[in-house]
Structures are given as structure tokens and as C-alpha cells.
């Protein structure tokens, strides 16, 4: 399914309110307008902002995203010991899943600079990288994999039922998870 049109000009040749939010040529029809470094400008949405403001690899602000990324990871997990997973399953996976989402973020910005703006990209980019470990890291990608579906479960599920009986699990596996992805950033030079 292509792109829906959306004229660039209007009859009075003034160009259309909607594409001039969308960055549309006035003489080109849908083209976007192009940066001189390629990238579509107007296009919109949150994507944009956080592209920009990332990072690229060999800079010294990757070192600071990651240990920022860790340090929230790490502040998750700390709220999650103080609650009951077994009484509050959904927000305990919920947290927990985000303290390894946070992590996960760390490592792929330590190693490659950048990281996915999607869950699912970041679930996929990661377990990549835990197949190229090996050994223990492939049961963390599993884990991060796990937490994910849980953490849907728990968010938008009508009832919790048998959260409670995971949620445990789920933390411990979290708590885990932090430290391998602290660890692989450690051993990560910047």
C-alpha cells in the first residue's frame, strides 16, 4: 500500500497547511524535504527528537547514555524490591521488564552507538547480539523475550491471572539480566 497523496499546492498556489506539516515540496508534489545530510525533515513525531539527540558511536555522550540507560535500570529494580510481586504482580513485571529494557538499551548504545527506537527492534537487536555470545547470554535474550510478553500480559490483560505466580521469577530474572548487561558494558570500551 503506497503513500496517500496530498497535494502540495492549493489552487491558489499557497501550499496546504497539511504539507507544510508534513514537509512536503510545493513544486514536487510528496517528496519530502531532504536535509543535506539525507534525512526527511517535518515528518513528525517522537522518532525525530530522539534520533537527533542520540548519540553516535565514538563520541563521549555514548558512555554517559549507557550509564545513564543502567542507572534507571538499576533505580527500577530497586523500586521493585519494595513490592509484593505476588500481591501486585502487573506493576512488579511491568517495572521489571522496563529495568531490562533500560539495560538492553545500555549495552547496544556501549557497543554500537545506537539503539532501536521499537520494543520489538530492540527485543530483535539484542537477541542477535546474545547469539553472538553465547552461552549464558542467550538465556538473558530469552529472558528479555519473556519479560516482554509478560509485561503485555500484564499491562493490557483483563485479568492477572497466574501473574502472580511468575512475577517472582520475572524479578529474579530481571535483577540478573541488569547485571550481565552491566557487566557487558563494563568490559565495553567507549
Same mark, same amino acid.
Given at each position: ?72 535500570a538499576r533505580r527500577l529494580l530497586d523500586q521493585i524490591?519494595?513490592?509484593? @510481586?505476588?500481591?501486585? *504482580? /502487573?506493576? #512488579?513485571?511491568? &517495572?521489571?521488564?522496563?529495568?531490562? %529494557?533500560? !539495560? ?6 556501549a557497543r554500537e552507538g545506537a539503539a532501536p527506537t ?45 501473574? @502472580?505466580?511468575?512475577? *517472582? /521469577?520475572? #524479578?529474579?530474572? &530481571?535483577?540478573?539480566?541488569?547485571? %550481565?548487561? !552491566?557487566e557487558l558494558c563494563k568490559n565495553e570500551t567507549p
Amino acid at each position: 500500500m503506497g503513500r496517500r497523496r496530498i497535494p502540495a499546492r492549493r489552487r491558489d498556489g499557497a501550499r496546504s497547511d497539511r504539507a507544510r506539516r508534513r514537509g512536503l515540496r510545493p513544486d514536487r508534489g510528496q517528496r519530502p524535504i531532504h536535509s543535506a545530510g539525507g534525512r526527511a525533515l517535518g515528518r513528525g513525531g517522537r522518532g525525530d527528537e530522539l534520533r537527533a539527540a542520540r548519540p553516535r558511536r565514538g563520541h563521549s555522550g555514548v558512555r554517559d547514555e549507557a550509564d545513564r540507560r543502567l542507572a534507571k535500570a538499576r533505580r527500577l529494580l530497586d523500586q521493585i524490591v519494595r513490592l509484593d @510481586a505476588t500481591l501486585l *504482580p /502487573e506493576p #512488579v513485571i511491568h &517495572a521489571a521488564y522496563y529495568a531490562m %529494557f533500560h !539495560a538492553a538499551t545500555a549495552v547496544l548504545v556501549a557497543r554500537e552507538g545506537a539503539a532501536p527506537t521499537t520494543h520489538s527492534a530492540l527485543i530483535g537487536r539484542f537477541s542477535q547480539l546474545a547469539r553472538a555470545e553465547g552461552g549464558t547470554a542467550r538465556d538473558h535474550g530469552r529472558a528479555l523475550n519473556r519479560a516482554f510478553d509478560l509485561r503485555l500480559a500484564a499491562d493490557y490483560g483483563a485479568e492477572p491471572a497466574g501473574l @502472580a505466580d511468575v512475577a *517472582p /521469577e520475572v #524479578v529474579r530474572d &530481571a535483577d540478573a539480566f541488569v547485571r %550481565f548487561c !552491566a557487566e557487558l558494558c563494563k568490559n565495553e570500551t567507549p
